[in-house]
């Protein structure tokens, strides 16, 4: 009894503290308390099978308004830096992406959007090459060309929460995302995928809930294939100390409000907030990546590194 009160009570101390100082407490109670406690939710420590009741249970009751939160969170930056890494991923005509944890299906329609675009362009360019041919052979080349706008490529969305995949399939049939799309609820951690079998592997805010994210990592390299690129955008750790104390007060004494007001459940926006604290700097994760085999790994901050995307090859 001593011990679960103790464990309460450095649960509620690190809720009530911020940032750097909250994790210090949590990871030195981490490190006496190594042999009761595999993993963590939030601030709170838990087995690795409660974590992944607790997280799945997080995201089924967020689902629903999930994309309206991001907005008023993010006061709708999060879509800018989704388009950041659209524009460092530069897919091609013909790329196949698979997208981890996409659940509400932003990143594949970012991909397909840009795919769209690449083909109009190539299509121009083909356009006048045919300058000299006859109306039928134009007309044929016309068709042929048109039948696949996206050139081959293909959006693999990959989430283990059903109800987050059902929301984002509803939402690609009313925006008019009918081709290129395929939605395989998985684990990121035992992908159902062959070996060597994507070019681009994205994960967008998801990776920091996931249980072992070792394991995701090598489980990211094991499906890309070789010259394949790993991209991961993920809140990270501010590097300006006044950003860092106005996002601390923001994320901790604003965001759990908003996620009671506009979702009705203040706890899964409050473990959202200590999963962010507790995810590894850039730096750190960056070296995570390259113990998973990846080389030429890299990163951008986004905003005062409140964001950063981190990216790797399968070389």
């Known amino acids: 009894m001593a011990v679960v009160a103790n464990r309460r009570c450095v649960v509620g101390l690190c809720r009530r503290l911020c940032g750097i100082t909250a994790m210090r407490w949590f990871t030195r109670f981490q490190h ?23 997280v799945q249970q997080v995201f089924d009751n967020v689902a629903l308004k999930y994309d309206i939160m991001n907005d008023f969170m993010t ?5 800018l830096w989704k388009d950041s890494l659209l524009r460092l991923m530069k897919p091609y005509p013909g790329t196949r992406l698979l997208d981890v944890a996409g659940g509400t299906g932003d990143i594949a329609f970012l991909f397909l959007d840009y795919i769209y675009s690449q083909r109009e362009i190539q299509m121009r360019r083909e356009l006048k090459s045919w300058q000299n ?18 050139g081959g490529s293909h959006a693999v969305i990959c989430d283990i ?3 987050m995949m059902a929301f984002g399939e509803k939402k690609a049939r009313q925006l008019g995302y009918t081709k290129g799309l395929s939605w ?20 967008g805010f998801g990776i920091r809930n996931m249980t072992n994210i070792k394991q995701a990592l090598q489980e990211a390299y094991r499906v890309l ?22 996002y601390d007060l923001y994320s901790f004494q604003v965001i759990p409000v908003l996620g009671e007001v506009i979702v009705g459940d203040w706890k899964s926006y409050q473990y959202l907030v200590e999963s962010i604290r507790l995810f590894p700097a850039q ?12 080389m030429k790994v890299n990163y951008h901050n986004l905003a005062s590194g409140i964001a950063a995307i981190h990216s790797g090859f399968k070389l």
């Open 184 to 203: 395989v609820v998985g684990n990121a951690e035992e992908l159902p995928f062959f070996d060597d079998n994507f070019d681009i592997y994205t994960v």
């Open 161 to 163: 929460n059903q109800k």
């Open 75 to 79: 006061l709708g930056i999060h879509r």
């Open 133 to 150: 041919l006859s109306w039928l052979e134009i007309s044929k080349s016309y068709q042929e060309t048109g039948q696949d706008l996206l």
């Open 283 to 294: 730096e750190e994760f960056k070296a995570m990546i390259e113990d998973a085999g990846f």
């Open 225 to 246: 294939k070789p010259g394949g690129r790993f991209l991961c955008l993920e809140f990270s750790q501010v590097n300006n100390p006044l950003i860092s104390r106005i």
């Open 32 to 54: 006496t308390d190594r042999q009761r406690v595999e993993t963590h939710f939030g601030f709170e420590p838990v087995s690795e099978a409660e974590k992944k009741e607790k």
